[in-house]
């Protein structure tokens, strides 16, 4: 399995990112797939997950209302739209993949950092 993530940068307050995490080697009958990010001395924090069976989405609290995650089968592509940033969303972003979602993630790439700053 491998897993990309891209898209990250700097934002300002209030705007929004893109993130694309390039997958491959996987079995979509057997993953499901998302997003979590840690940030400096903070513990990982699952953000996002999308259910392979039937593409049901699940998202932290934190982030319910801003985020959006979404898949495009046919590019092994997984994204996560992000608005309305806040500063506590800045984190190195992963994408990886799961047994199902809420257990711990299994696979995950290199990361990309989100800073949202003024």
């Known amino acids: 399995v491998q897993l990309q993530a891209s898209g990250g940068g700097l934002v300002q307050p209030g705007g929004s990112l893109r993130l694309s995490c390039a997958a491959s080697?996987?079995?979509?009958?057997?993953?499901?797939i998302g997003w979590f990010r840690q940030a400096p001395g903070e513990e990982r924090e699952g953000v996002a997950c999308?259910?392979?069976?039937?593409?049901?989405?699940h998202y932290a609290d934190s982030v319910k209302g801003r985020f959006t995650i979404s898949v495009d089968n046919a590019n092994n592509s997984v994204y996560l739209k992000m608005n309305k940033l806040k500063p506590e969303d800045t984190a190195v972003y992963y994408c990886?993949?799961?047994?199902?979602?809420?257990?711990?993630?299994?696979?995950w790439g290199q990361g990309t950092q989100v800073t949202v700053s003024s």
């Open positions: 080697g996987l079995t979509s009958d057997y993953h499901d």
């Open positions: 990886a993949t799961t047994p199902f979602c809420g257990s711990d993630y299994d696979y």
């Open positions: 999308i259910e392979s069976t039937d593409g049901s989405t």
